[in-house]
């Protein structure tokens, strides 16, 4: 998803919804780490929720982009107006990753099937092992969504907007 605000709006905009990706990831680490992943995952009926909360917010994006195809001014400016990431704040795309990796409960099954194989029975601290290796984790992602951030502005430098209409770009 790093793409695609970044294809139209810049490395800006992508390293925004990076930033909200990876803060998510910490917002699972830290209910890894009190146990409520734990929890969350025992009924059925409370790991289906966010499911259905995540798909629900999915078709809403995926319905809002689709809405948003037949106007291309929603995604890219016009020539001489301010610049792309100015069409839709940092903060808003900040939001949408941390929002995107919070309902996605493929994160939560990850941290309880994965981290307990890293985690020694015997420690004293077993939060803080969590937390360690959940921020190591939040870290690394974050780097690899960095990299596709630069990437994704040398690809929106590389085809201007002016190279490609606001259709192609939409589709994106």
């Known amino acids: 998803y790093v793409l695609v605000p970044g294809l139209p709006r810049g490395r800006e905009a992508a390293s925004a919804v990076s930033v909200g990706l990876a803060s998510g990831l910490i917002g699972h680490t830290a209910a890894a780490a009190l146990g409520l992943s734990l929890i969350i995952s025992r009924p059925p009926v409370v790991l289906n929720t966010i499911k259905y909360a995540g798909v629900a917010y999915l078709v809403y994006m995926g319905i809002k982009a689709v809405m948003g195809r037949n106007r291309p001014e929603s995604l890219l400016p016009e020539s001489g107006e301010a610049s792309p990431v100015e069409n839709h704040s940092a903060t808003k795309l900040f939001r949408i990753g941390v929002t995107m990796n919070l309902l996605n409960p493929k994160v939560i099954l990850f ?28 870290l690394q992602a974050w780097t690899i969504f960095s990299l596709v951030s630069i990437l994704s502005g040398f690809l929106s430098r590389r085809f201007s907007t002016d190279r490609l209409s606001h259709k192609t770009v939409s589709w994106i």
Not at 116 to 121: A, G, I, R, V
Not at 127 to 135: A, E, M, P, Q, V
């Open 111 to 138: 941290f309880l099937a994965l981290f307990p194989q890293f985690l020694d029975p015997a420690s004293l601290t077993p939060k803080t092992d969590i937390f360690t290796l959940g921020g190591i984790f939040a």
